[in-house]
């Protein structure tokens, strides 16, 4: 069985100095001889897939999925780790294309984390193999940093310019701003009592009042805030969090184009590709979308019919980093750059992947940064760094992160949700 599954010749075998007599048995190279799925709660919920070899080499993956955590730890444990024992961890391709096309059901967030968490760690085992950080594998860089754009929110629109000019102060370079709305009593991402927001919130959804007429109005009173006092030089964006129709959505983008936008996130919801050509039609003002989706079929008429402008499709939800090359190598013959979704929900590991792509594609855009409680990161302690409004992924072998399983054991899960958003008359609103 081990040969079949196994086609070799394993690749492995001549790094770890290994003569050619020894290749007469496919037992010569690495094997995959345990997967185990790490499930913890420094602040939020992670969930963590540790790929271990007969070497001692091990590689981890991000398989975190906001609210839905467990689904997806079911799905690897259940049905994946199985399939994974025994296996060549130096065939990639291969086993993405074993665990994608072999399934028979294909494409869905449960699914694309699942593969995404163990191609990303099978790329964490190649680089430390191979003694080099994974950016140098994917054909080494095309930049000498990651250009990031932090968060600033505030109750209102003073407090969101006050967050805007902390961030300048701590060097961020682009910087995405979003304002509670007058009238409305809270708005998804814009924190009630801490700085920095969270998606999920502990126990049961919350949920959000939304009116898009007041919305409407008062965004462009933000931005038209922020130009007059930070000037023209600062990359601002926005995220308006799939809230509005396309017509609404040309009506935002037209009313920002004074005050350029690096970006307009998530204007519609983007089930129906086509939807972005009548905000296309209208507005000069950049389009991103894509954070939730999972394969190049959640976007192909997007990039194909060059209806936006930057992808946020990323690692953990897009299929992995073999996955996300493919996407990103269509998106840039129709001038589609990426700008990879990160924020705290993505694990140090998700973001790590991240930053090894984005150094590495041709047409990077952006990449999102918002930083993680320091539980996170002594959890997940890691090799990239921020310096000057760029990211650096690092020069340790592999991604660069670690899992320090006693101190996770010390956080365990919480059920946590991202809230629902209804109109003011109760009717569920395109969130
Ligand atoms: O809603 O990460 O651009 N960033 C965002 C985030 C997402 C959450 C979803 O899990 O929109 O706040
Ligand atoms: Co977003």
Redesign the pocket.
């Known amino acids: 069985m081990v040969a079949d599954r196994n086609f070799a010749p394993l690749s492995y075998g001549i790094i770890l100095g290994r003569t050619s007599e020894q290749f007469s048995s496919v037992e010569v190279g690495l094997k995959i001889t345990d997967a185990k799925v790490l499930v913890c709660s420094p602040g939020r919920n992670f969930v963590t897939l540790k790929i271990q070899t007969d070497e001692g080499f091990y590689g981890l993956g991000d398989a975190t999925l ?1 609210g839905r955590e467990l689904a997806v730890a079911s799905y690897l444990n259940d049905h994946l780790v199985p399939c994974l024992i025994d296996r060549d961890p130096s065939q990639i391709e291969d086993t993405w294309q074993y665990l994608y096309r072999g399934a028979y059901w294909r494409r869905g967030p449960v699914t694309m984390t699942a593969i995404a968490a163990v191609d990303m760690a099978l790329w964490d085992i190649k680089g430390k193999v191979l003694d080099t950080p994974v950016y140098n594998l994917l054909g080494g860089r095309s930049r000498t940093g990651v250009l990031v754009y932090g968060h600033a929110n505030g109750a209102d629109i003073e407090a969101t310019c006050n967050e805007v000019a902390r961030y300048i102060g701590l060097g961020y370079r682009a910087i995405r701003a979003q304002s509670g709305v007058p009238g409305l009593a809270s708005t998804y ?1 814009v924190s009630k009592n801490q700085r920095a927001y969270e ?1 999920a919130e502990k126990g049961l959804p919350l949920e959000n009042a939304w009116d898009t007429e007041k919305y409407l109005l008062h965004v462009p009173k933000l931005f038209e805030s922020l130009r007059l006092r930070f000037g023209d030089d600062i990359r601002l964006l926005h ?1 308006a ?1 799939h809230r509005l129709t396309p017509i609404e959505a040309a009506r935002l983008g037209k009313s920002l184009e004074p005050y350029h936008l690096f970006w307009l ?1 998530d204007a519609v919801t983007a089930e129906l590709q086509e939807g972005f050509r009548v905000v296309r039609q209208h507005t000069t003002t950049p389009l991103a979308v894509g ?1 939730v989706f999972n394969t190049v079929w959640d976007a192909q008429e997007l990039i194909t019919g060059q209806l936006i402008d930057y992808l946020r499709m990323t690692v953990v939800h897009g299929g992995g980093i073999t996955h996300l090359k493919k996407v990103a190598a269509l998106a840039e013959i129709y001038h589609v750059q990426t700008g990879c ?1 990160g ?1 705290t ?1 993505l694990s140090p590991v998700a973001m790590a992947a991240a930053l090894h792509f984005d150094l590495a594609i041709p047409n990077f855009g952006i990449q ?1 940064y918002m930083r993680h409680t320091k539980e996170t990161d002594e959890v997940f302690p890691h090799a990239y760094y921020f310096d000057d409004g760029y990211l650096h992924p690092g020069e340790k072998p592999g991604l660069g992160v670690e899992y320090d399983e006693k101190l996770a054991s010390k956080f365990p899960y919480e059920r946590a949700y ?1 809230p629902v958003n209804r109109k003011t008359d109760g009717t569920m609103w395109n969130w």
Do not use: K, Q, S, V
Request: aromatic share 0%.
């Open positions: 906001n991402g998606p995220d969090h996130e954070e979704h924020a929900d999102e991202l």
